[in-house]
């Protein structure tokens, strides 16, 4: 039970960061139309009119700021490499800003992007954001990995959360909404777990992007554009800083994760290339077939919510390993049947 001296500036950090999030988001929606980095209607989107990009903007000054301000909060920690954890996350978040405002002014190719999110998970594992340790779902032991594999393993989740939250984001509200539930989830692990130095930085990301998705739920005012990348990294580093919260969060991000993974594996077997965007994924087959933006959001929302709360239950690992599994099968079976309906009323 977390008591009233915790509760209070974790919920004031997170207020801090709603707060700056609704005041910088409209700034950010004025800057994008005025300097151009917005888009036009047309391509994948269904927007009807020219939208700001910059979503990067509001997310991280507001989380920068408050994350920063959580520091001078006197809580206790058992781990002395938590300021180190911090500073890379830091660093690596502004390297993945920096190219989420020249993307949305610019449109990078694919490869200076995968470049940039190489670099910046490079230097999280620098930072001691890596994986060294899991438990195997099978046996519940702790396995320690080596070195070399650690840092692989390292990279290979960071790029896979960055392009699963910018893949995901394809309707209003969407990637916001899931990435939300995702950072509740994690910051009440980290809280029954004792962290409550560390929970303040899912705090501080849940209450941005609170305040981001008031201009971001259909129809939006502003578009994450390059932000999604920097929610992917930041994301992705929340769910190892702490401890290991990997199998948490890939129970949670299930749904967008399992969409990606067959994504790549549909458009390499067709001999499409991987990393071009196209109406394939879940959410747009859905829009293809009458469904609103917000019925999308809201069932994301309730599967990934679901999800969530089997990852914080009691259940054996090895269950919730199966329910991953069970939920790659039901989102492979639910792009088939949308192929053929959209192909049959073609």
């Given at each position: 039970?977390i ?14 960061a709603?707060?700056l999030?609704l ?9 994008g139309?005025?300097?151009?980095a917005?888009?036009?209607p047309?391509?994948r989107?269904?927007?009807t009119?020219?939208?700001s990009?910059?979503g ?5 000054g ?6 920063i301000?959580a520091?001078?909060l ?21 390297l993945i ?21 190489f670099?910046a998970a490079?230097?999280s594992?620098?930072?001691?954001i890596?994986?060294?340790?899991f438990?195997?779902?099978l046996?519940n032991?702790?396995l ?6 650690s840092?692989?393993?390292?990279l ?8 699963t939250v910018?893949?995901?984001?394809g ?7 899931v990435?939300?539930?995702a950072?509740i989830?994690t ?9 409550t130095?560390?929970?303040?930085l ?11 998705l008031?201009f ?9 554009g390059?932000?999604?990348l ?20 890939l129970?949670?991000m299930?749904l967008?994760i ?20 196209d ?10 077939v009458?469904?609103s ?13 679901g999800f ?21 099968v ?10 053929k ?6």
């Open positions: 039970m008591g009233l001296d915790a509760a209070l500036p974790l919920l004031g950090i997170a207020a801090l709603f707060v999030a005041i910088l988001t409209p700034l950010a929606i004025w800057l139309l005025k300097t151009g917005a888009a036009v047309g391509g989107r269904l927007h009119k020219t939208t990009r910059l990067a903007l509001p997310l991280a507001a989380f920068t700021s408050a994350a301000a520091q001078f006197n809580f206790s920690t058992t781990d002395p490499n938590e300021r180190t954890r911090f500073f890379g996350l830091m660093l690596g978040s502004l800003f920096v190219v989420a405002i020249l993307d949305d002014h610019f449109q990078l190719a694919a490869l200076p992007q995968f470049a940039a999110q670099v490079f230097i594992a620098l930072f001691l890596f994986i060294e340790r438990r195997n779902p046996n032991q702790e320690v990995l080596p070195a070399l594999v840092v692989l393993i390292t290979f989740w960071f790029m896979g959360m960055m392009n910018n893949w995901l984001d309707v209003d509200g969407l990637a916001g909404a990435c939300l539930i950072t989830v910051a009440i692990h980290m809280l029954r777990e004792g962290q130095s560390v929970a303040l899912p705090m501080a990301l849940a209450g941005a992007l609170m305040g981001f008031v971001n739920l259909p129809q939006a005012k502003i578009f994450l390059g932000g999604a920097y929610l992917g990294y930041v994301l992705g580093a929340l769910g190892i800083i702490g401890g290991a919260k990997i199998a948490l969060l129970l949670v299930g967008p399992a969409d990606v993974a067959w994504q790549i594996i549909d458009r390499a077997l067709h001999g499409r290339n991987p990393a071009q965007g109406r394939g994924h879940l959410h747009f087959r859905l829009q293809d009458g469904w933006a917000r019925r999308i959001v809201l069932v994301y929302s309730l599967v990934c919510a969530g709360a089997v990852a914080l239950s009691a259940e054996p690992a090895s269950f919730k390993l199966m329910l991953l599994g069970g939920l790659g039901f989102v492979l079976a639910a792009l088939v049947i949308l192929a309906r959209k192909k049959g009323e073609g």
